[in-house]
């Protein structure tokens, strides 16, 4: 079992729409959770991080973390053309705080 | 400027030859970080280092090493290149846990 997974896509969305992305960890002393927006050919971006259970919103963005069922997700309202990259999920470790590890990543296409 | 730079962006080389990346920073943080990205595979850590004295193997750490030079200087080098090694490499540096990335360098093994 990958460390950190996510759905590696495509995953297309219509503009306007909600795009929902997900991603699941093993390791359950993790504390901080993180995504990143990788356009491409360029380098990763982050755009929200989270500690506790529940809900994080910054503008369009909202992360859910639920350290129960070990899952993240990151919610993208009103999509744009300009959301379409690809997204990683980024977990940190219980050995070692400053050692992430990172998902693959998951394909969001926003279709006009 | 850029608060992280990579040399070179792009690099076409032989099987066998040996090649150093370079990174460096302007953020002042002590933590630096070498991942390479493959499709499919995300990012994977080669090599990280919390301070100029440290420096830890990452989960793909065969056939690479590293020097850090100063605090803003974090080197990676391939002994001997080999045609798996084709990839891009980023360096990030952290403070915390937010990891920053530099534009990456795009290694080309023939």
């Known amino acids: 079992q990958k460390e950190v997974e996510q759905n590696s896509g495509p995953l297309s969305v219509p503009e306007g729409a909600i795009a929902s992305l997900n991603c699941t960890y093993s390791d359950r002393g993790s504390q901080s959770f993180f995504w990143y927006r990788q356009y491409s050919g360029k380098s990763p971006e982050l755009i929200m991080f989270i500690y506790s259970n529940g809900d994080k919103e910054d503008g369009r963005f909202t992360a859910q973390l639920n350290k129960a069922s070990q899952y993240v997700s990151l919610l993208i309202r009103d999509s744009q053309p300009s959301d379409s990259a690809t997204y990683l999920c980024a977990v940190n470790t219980h050995s070692s705080a400053s050692k992430i590890i990172f998902g693959s990543g998951t394909r969001l296409s926003i279709r006009p | 400027d850029a608060d992280v730079t990579q040399t070179p962006r792009n690099r076409i080389t032989k099987t066998g030859k040996r090649i150093m990346l370079e990174c460096s920073q302007t953020?002042?943080?002590?933590?630096m970080y070498w991942y390479r990205q493959d499709p499919g595979l995300g990012l994977r850590l080669i090599y990280y280092?919390?301070?100029?004295?440290?420096?830890n193997k990452g989960e793909i750490s065969d056939g690479y090493s590293v020097s850090r030079q100063a605090q803003a200087k974090f080197s990676l080098s391939l002994e001997s290149a080999i045609p798996n090694q084709t990839a891009l490499y980023f360096c990030?540096?952290?403070?915390?846990?937010?990891?920053?990335f530099g534009p990456g360098t795009r290694l080309t093994v023939l």
């Open positions: 280092s919390f301070d100029v004295k440290d420096i």
């Open positions: 990030a540096t952290s403070s915390g846990d937010t990891q920053y």
């Open positions: 953020k002042g943080h002590d933590r």
